[in-house]
């Protein structure tokens, strides 16, 4: 008997939940598909395909895509299974490619019956997205990076699956300025991004830290830019590099090592989109080349220091020189880069120089530039005209609308949707990446019990992105992106914990669509991808277990704590009296008032009588002082 799990029409992505289990079949409830992102419709049955070592794939040997989609499938579940499925023009996986050339070419139908598996689409990358579907049929430790067996063998339950993406842009940014990752390691996240969907990734290849791209005109790039003195204390407070210090930490990509990660992302269907970030976030471009300075370059790469207003790190606008590095800098990288966008920053650009250089005053007079704001837009339409040279688009951050939006520009709104909304407005394209939705480098739970960074981006928050505000054309929105910030991310393994789960919320959001969020559900499916995270060795965050503490004061001043949870599954638990919370301690249930001299507040979770959040420690005088920020009203409690 068929379970429908859900059902959606493919365009409009309406969900409507019809789950009529199978009585006798209850328990193979447990082996219910966990897929992330959720596809657009997909019926279910009880019985299985079960793969073996005499499974075979099937395809047109000829077509080269084809084959490139079986090999990645079979590395994946060598891995895990000891054995490889030979490969032949018919097969019990079949790869069909349909005769449709309108449909959606990352669409794809997925059946799995006593025919075996189907996977259908009008391109290859359809037939990817459906492999990847795919995958995520098999049991969890079909991840896993050594020889596994699961408890029922090497199930695949039948299925009927038709899927789509709602958004064409699904991206995930990774700064490798501020932290430096190899290329292996940019793969493994390429790998990991699209194993989720998601199809463009942004890398953010230079900035104030670090240049990391081969320039072959410009050779100190590299030589100079790439390299600081190493330092792994706190953001802005480290010390900066001193004289005669060995500048031994960083590195940076040959182009032939970025021609190795194109056609790495190409076979996984992931575009690349290079960022080269100016006028501003430019310190390592000035240590290397100093004559781009307006009025005097810094010496030494930022290591981490604080340098804003004090360091120059801004192109001189006024200064030909800056344009002609440009286009140097911007001939290679379209030369190198095959996708349609090039991103050229924009971001926080310091004017304060701009403001006091000769240069940039002239230029300003010249061109009838009222303002340093004007003589931003003033650079990003030159960008712009030797990118469009090129055959090139332009993506900018959103404050590249101030002083004037470039005819052509493509938007990535960050500070919030605003810049998005504006730009999509005035009929510009925009790819949404609001940071308290999209920000991977926030805190992700109670702050004390996570790595240092800054403000929060809760799992929820990214759950509840949606790239399209009201009253803007959606047309005009090309997606959103997830953007990984490196200042504290020391390591690769770190990187992870700060991408995952948020990025399953972004993915499930950028391909399943918006209309029918079931967040009870998605953390079930989480769960089940932590299990296959922990099987393929991969790095992930459990702060959505963790409580959430909200100190608060009432209309007349008294001090109260709410106590909350992401999950609606969770007890917590609590003490004030310096010992450790368990479930024999008091349970939350209402806004707690600190007892007199109580110095410590300590909470724990607890799911199904075991704990499952950490224990969370927090000076009562350190909340008092945070409840001074919110104030509620009595009938709010
Ligand atoms: C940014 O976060 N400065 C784009
Ligand atoms: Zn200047």
Same mark, same amino acid.
């Given at each position: 008997?068929?379970?429908?799990?859900?059902?959606?029409?493919?365009?409009?992505a309406s969900?409507?939940?019809?789950?009529?289990?199978?009585?006798a079949?209850?328990?193979?409830?447990?082996?219910? #598909?966990?897929?992330?992102?959720?596809?657009?419709?997909?019926?279910?049955?009880d019985?299985?395909?079960?793969l073996t070592?005499?499974?075979?794939?099937?395809?047109?040997?000829?077509?080269?895509e084809?084959?490139a989609?079986?090999?990645?499938?079979?590395?994946? &579940?060598?891995?895990?299974?000891?054995f490889?499925?030979s490969?032949?023009?018919t097969g019990? *996986?079949?790869?069909?490619?349909?005769?449709?050339?309108?449909?959606?070419?990352?669409?794809?139908?997925?059946?799995?019956?006593?025919?075996g598996?189907?996977?259908?689409?009008?391109?290859?990358?359809?037939i990817f997205?459906?492999?990847?579907?795919l995958?995520?049929?098999?049991?969890?430790?079909i991840?896993?990076?050594?020889v596994?067996t699961?408890? =029922?063998?090497?199930?695949i339950?039948?299925?009927d699956?038709k899927d789509a993406?709602?958004?064409k842009?699904?991206?995930?940014m990774?700064?490798?300025s501020?932290h430096w990752f190899?290329?292996?390691?940019?793969m !493994?996240y390429?790998?990991?991004?699209?194993?989720y969907?998601?199809? %463009?990734?942004h890398?953010?290849?230079?900035?104030?830290?670090?240049?990391?791209i081969?320039?072959?005109?410009?050779?100190?790039?590299?030589?100079?830019? !790439?390299f600081?003195a #190493?330092?792994v204390?706190?953001?802005?407070q480290?010390?900066?590099?001193q004289?005669?210090?060995?500048?031994?930490?960083?590195?940076?990509?040959?182009q /032939?090592?970025?021609?190795?990660v194109?056609a790495?992302? =190409? !076979?996984r269907? %992931?575009r690349?989109?290079?960022?080269i970030?100016v006028?501003?976030?430019?310190?390592?471009?000035l240590?290397a080349?100093?004559e781009?300075?307006?009025?005097k370059?810094?010496?030494t790469i930022? %290591?981490g220091?604080?340098?804003?207003?004090?360091?120059?790190?801004?192109l001189?606008a006024?200064n030909?020189?800056?344009f002609?590095? &440009?286009?140097?800098?911007?001939?290679?990288?379209?030369?190198?880069?095959?996708?349609?966008?090039i991103h050229?920053?924009?971001?926080e650009?310091?004017k304060?120089f701009?403001a006091?250089?000769?240069?940039?005053?002239?230029r300003?007079?010249?061109e009838?530039?009222?303002?340093t704001?004007?003589?931003?837009?003033?650079?990003?339409?030159?960008?712009?005209t030797i990118?469009?040279a090129k055959?090139? +688009?332009?993506?900018g951050w959103?404050?590249?609308?101030?002083?004037?939006?470039?005819p052509?520009?493509?938007?990535?709104s960050?500070?919030?949707?605003?810049?998005g909304?504006?730009?999509? +407005?005035?009929?510009h394209?925009?790819?949404?990446?609001p940071?308290?939705n999209?920000y991977?480098?926030?805190y992700?739970? /109670?702050?004390? %019990?996570?790595?240092?960074?800054?403000?929060m981006?809760?799992?929820t928050?990214s759950?509840n992105?949606?790239?399209i505000?009201?009253g803007v054309?959606?047309?005009? *929105?090309?997606?959103?992106?997830?953007n990984?910030?490196?200042?504290?991310v020391?390591?690769f393994?770190?990187?992870?914990y &700060?991408?995952w789960?948020?990025?399953?919320a972004l993915a499930?959001?950028?391909?399943?669509?918006?209309?029918?969020?079931d967040w009870?559900?998605f953390?079930?499916r989480v769960?089940?991808?932590?299990?296959?995270?922990d099987?393929?060795?991969?790095?992930?965050?459990r702060? &959505?277990?963790?409580?959430?503490?909200?100190?608060?004061?009432?209309e007349?001043?008294?001090v109260r704590i709410e106590?909350?949870s992401?999950?609606?599954?969770l =007890?917590?638990?609590?003490t004030f009296?310096?010992?450790?919370?368990?479930s024999y301690t008091?349970?939350?249930?209402?806004p707690?008032?600190i007892p007199k001299?109580?110095?410590?507040?300590r909470?724990v979770t607890?799911?199904d009588?075991?704990p499952?959040?950490?224990?969370?420690?927090?000076?009562?005088?350190?909340l008092?002082?945070?409840s001074?920020?919110?104030?509620r009203k009595?009938?709010?409690?």
């Amino acid at each position: 008997m068929k379970k429908l799990i859900h059902l959606a029409a493919l365009a409009g992505a309406s969900l409507i939940l019809l789950a009529s289990c199978n009585d006798a079949n209850n328990a193979s409830l447990s082996t219910t #598909p966990s897929l992330i992102p959720l596809p657009q419709a997909v019926t279910l049955s009880d019985q299985y395909f079960m793969l073996t070592p005499s499974t075979t794939i099937g395809y047109d040997t000829n077509n080269k895509e084809l084959a490139a989609i079986a090999g990645i499938l079979n590395s994946k &579940m060598k891995n895990a299974t000891g054995f490889t499925c030979s490969e032949k023009a018919t097969g019990d *996986i079949r790869f069909v490619l349909l005769d449709t050339p309108t449909a959606n070419a990352e669409s794809y139908q997925l059946t799995v019956d006593n025919d075996g598996v189907e996977i259908a689409a009008a391109q290859p990358a359809g037939i990817f997205y459906g492999m990847q579907t795919l995958l995520q049929l098999l049991p969890t430790e079909i991840n896993s990076t050594t020889v596994a067996t699961p408890a =029922a063998g090497w199930e695949i339950p039948y299925t009927d699956i038709k899927d789509a993406p709602q958004f064409k842009h699904r991206g995930m940014m990774l700064d490798v300025s501020r932290h430096w990752f190899t290329k292996e390691e940019v793969m !493994a996240y390429i790998d990991q991004m699209a194993t989720y969907k998601m199809n %463009v990734f942004h890398w953010h290849l230079t900035d104030d830290q670090g240049w990391r791209i081969e320039i072959k005109s410009l050779p100190r790039l590299t030589e100079m830019g !790439a390299f600081r003195a #190493p330092r792994v204390g706190q953001w802005w407070q480290r010390e900066p590099q001193q004289p005669g210090e060995a500048t031994t930490y960083g590195g940076y990509y040959t182009q /032939e090592d970025i021609k190795e990660v194109l056609a790495y992302a =190409a !076979a996984r269907y %992931v575009r690349v989109i290079p960022e080269i970030d100016v006028p501003g976030h430019a310190l390592a471009i000035l240590v290397a080349y100093p004559e781009m300075a307006c009025i005097k370059a810094p010496k030494t790469i930022n %290591v981490g220091e604080k340098f804003y207003g004090i360091d120059e790190n801004s192109l001189c606008a006024g200064n030909e020189a800056s344009f002609e590095f &440009m286009e140097k800098v911007l001939t290679e990288v379209a030369a190198l880069f095959p996708d349609e966008y090039i991103h050229i920053g924009g971001d926080e650009c310091y004017k304060g120089f701009w403001a006091k250089c000769p240069k940039c005053k002239k230029r300003m007079q010249a061109e009838g530039l009222k303002s340093t704001h004007e003589l931003q837009s003033y650079f990003i339409r030159r960008m712009e005209t030797i990118l469009k040279a090129k055959g090139k +688009k332009l993506i900018g951050w959103d404050e590249i609308h101030e002083g004037g939006l470039a005819p052509e520009a493509t938007v990535m709104s960050w500070r919030g949707m605003q810049g998005g909304i504006t730009a999509a +407005k005035s009929g510009h394209h925009v790819i949404m990446t609001p940071n308290n939705n999209c920000y991977l480098d926030l805190y992700q739970g /109670e702050r004390s %019990v996570e790595p240092d960074t800054y403000s929060m981006c809760r799992l929820t928050d990214s759950y509840n992105f949606n790239p399209i505000p009201e009253g803007v054309d959606p047309e005009m *929105i090309l997606g959103g992106q997830g953007n990984l910030w490196t200042e504290s991310v020391p390591h690769f393994r770190h990187a992870e914990y &700060m991408t995952w789960p948020r990025g399953w919320a972004l993915a499930e959001v950028l391909w399943s669509g918006t209309d029918n969020k079931d967040w009870n559900g998605f953390v079930k499916r989480v769960e089940n991808h932590f299990e296959r995270a922990d099987y393929a060795k991969i790095n992930y965050a459990r702060s &959505m277990y963790n409580a959430i503490i909200n100190p608060f004061r009432t209309e007349n001043g008294d001090v109260r704590i709410e106590l909350a949870s992401e999950l609606s599954d969770l =007890a917590i638990y609590y003490t004030f009296d310096n010992t450790d919370p368990d479930s024999y301690t008091p349970q939350y249930k209402a806004p707690l008032t600190i007892p007199k001299d109580a110095t410590w507040l300590r909470v724990v979770t607890y799911r199904d009588g075991k704990p499952i959040g950490k224990v969370i420690t927090l000076k009562t005088a350190d909340l008092i002082k945070q409840s001074a920020g919110s104030v509620r009203k009595v009938g709010n409690l």
